[in-house]
């Protein structure tokens, strides 16, 4: 069955559709936040994704990640280019399987019009924002900090300072060799792709 793009916008509302459509995110890691912010942003039609995230997709990646069975050991940016394809054809996705770092970020993302971190580790959550920051003060960022757990629904919020916002419950951590699970990762991760939107449509 073909499907065009007028169809799959159908439903979108006309007022805003533009707005999204010429709009760049950046997504920072394409593990349990990233992936699950990668898909909404696709199924909302933004008109391109720049991801990058060096790892590999594990089985233990499934309880909370975006990916399939048949796609274990692929490299996850080019596993979620193939499933954003198959969600939205119409968007424009430019992946790169690379360990970020303080070099190589303003090279990738340069264009974005918002950055959203998605890292696991603190170390690089730290590195991605100071160096944002940094490089690009004008231009938000949206980070995640405390999404371990179930329940707690009340705790989660979103926080700003200046251009850094953080979404999260700034609290729960992870425990040694335990990974998050999809429903608080995938309310994290979808607070971070509505701010994005909100941000967009100010």
């Not at 700003?160 to 060799?177: A, M, P």
Request: proline share 4%; with cysteine.
């Amino acid at each position: 069955m073909k499907i065009n793009q007028n169809d799959f916008f159908s439903k979108h509302d006309p007022k805003i559709l533009p707005i999204i459509r010429k709009a760049t995110i950046g997504i920072a890691g394409a593990g349990g936040l990233g992936s699950n912010v990668a898909v909404s942003l696709a199924r909302v039609g933004i008109g391109k994704l720049i991801i990058a995230d060096f790892d590999m997709i594990e089985t233990s990646n499934l309880n909370r990640q975006q990916y399939f069975m048949n796609q274990i050991g692929k490299p996850k940016v080019i596993a979620l280019l193939e499933n954003l394809k198959q969600i939205n054809p119409f968007s424009e996705y430019q992946i790169h399987h690379i360990k970020l770092d303080e070099k190589n970020i303003s090279l990738i993302y340069k264009d974005v019009d918002i950055m959203v971190e998605a890292f696991d580790k603190a170390e690089m959550k730290k590195m991605l924002i100071e160096t944002w920051l940094s490089e690009f003060p004008e231009k938000p960022i949206i980070a995640a900090s405390g999404l371990a757990g179930y329940g707690m629904n009340e705790k989660i919020h979103t926080k700003k300072f200046d251009n850094l916002y953080i979404c999260g419950d700034e609290e729960t951590e992870s425990q040694k060799d335990i990974s998050p699970m999809a429903p608080r990762v995938g309310i994290v991760a979808n607070m971070q792709a509505n701010l994005v939107l909100e941000m967009l449509l100010m």
